[in-house]
């Protein structure tokens, strides 16, 4: 929804304005700020309790909640990131130039940087450096782009306005928290017993957390969801799971665990000498 809304909005700005190209830097400039208030939302106005969606108990409640944090990160860069594809066709535009050349070749370059930034953020930026670390080199490549595109025309002194100005959105950056990763949805009802992190890790396909309550129980967490614990009951289900199995057959000789976890249930197979 947001890429079509800013698609429309900005084919209509770049047939009236006189400076396309101006405006797209300015729309770059703007994602870096939305990317800033994205990053702020995830970190900060979501986990707060206001924000909570275990609160509502009707479905369509539940929906709504969803819809609205959803759309309260991601749509205004959505929105932003909609215009700039048009933009961009106005301000290569040339008197003469055959239109359906200049459609592909930029539509080409849009396709392979999405593909290419898809790839790139979610199997090496965010495994090596984080959610945090490349929101910041999210907003950087936001303002870079600005700059080149508003080099022709901006004044030294607007540049390092702008500049600070990206800066403070850099450092303004926050952690993810380690609760929703850790919990999920239902964050702010561990907040005050989850104890302290001894591990967080993101991945390609998940984030891992391992904590500690204050009495030493450890859990292991995948994202959001607690897959694995050393408490009594727990531990007791998971090597259960093992042992009546491998009870089934008298000489059990190879095992088949569909979901590794924490390891429990497969390590309780050592056991058995066959």
């Known amino acids: 929804a947001g890429l079509g809304i800013g698609s429309g909005v900005g084919a209509a700005a770049g047939r009236r304005v006189k400076n396309p190209r101006a405006l797209l830097g300015v729309c770059q400039l703007l994602v870096a700020a939305v990317t800033a208030w994205a990053a702020y939302t995830i970190s900060t106005v979501i986990p707060n309790p206001a924000f909570d969606p275990t609160l509502p108990v009707n479905?369509?409640?539940?929906?709504?909640?969803?819809?609205?944090?959803?759309?309260?990160?991601i749509l205004p860069a959505a929105i932003l990131w909609g215009a700039s594809f048009p933009l961009a066709l106005a301000s290569l535009a040339e008197a003469g130039e055959d239109s359906g050349t200049l459609v592909g070749e930029t539509y080409a370059a849009n396709t392979i940087g999405g593909i290419v930034g898809a790839l790139a953020f979610s199997m090496i930026l965010i495994p090596w450096l984080g959610t945090q670390q490349s929101q910041r080199w999210l907003i950087a490549m936001a303002a870079i782009a600005a700059g080149v595109a508003l080099s022709r025309r901006m004044k030294w002194w607007v540049g390092m306005a702008a500049g600070i100005a990206v800066v403070i959105l850099v450092a303004s950056v926050r952690?993810?928290?380690?609760?929703?990763?850790?919990?999920?949805?239902?964050?702010?009802?561990?907040?005050?017993i989850a104890g302290k992190p001894l591990y967080i890790g993101e991945g390609m396909n998940s984030s891992i957390v391992v904590s500690e309550l204050t009495n030493g129980t450890r859990y292991f967490h995948v994202s959001g969801k607690v897959e694995a614990t050393t408490e009594p009951f727990d531990m007791r289900l998971q090597r259960m799971l093992g042992h009546i199995s491998a009870l089934f057959d008298a000489r059990p000789e190879s095992v088949l665990?569909?979901?590794?976890g924490a390891g429990v249930t497969a390590g309780t197979f050592v056991l058995h000498p066959s």
Do not use: S
Request: neutral net charge.
């Open 175 to 192: 952690p993810t928290p380690w609760l929703a990763m850790a919990y999920g949805r239902r964050m702010n009802q561990y907040e005050e």
């Open 59 to 73: 479905p369509l409640d539940v929906f709504r909640m969803d819809l609205i944090r959803c759309v309260w990160a």
């Open 257 to 260: 665990v569909v979901g590794f």
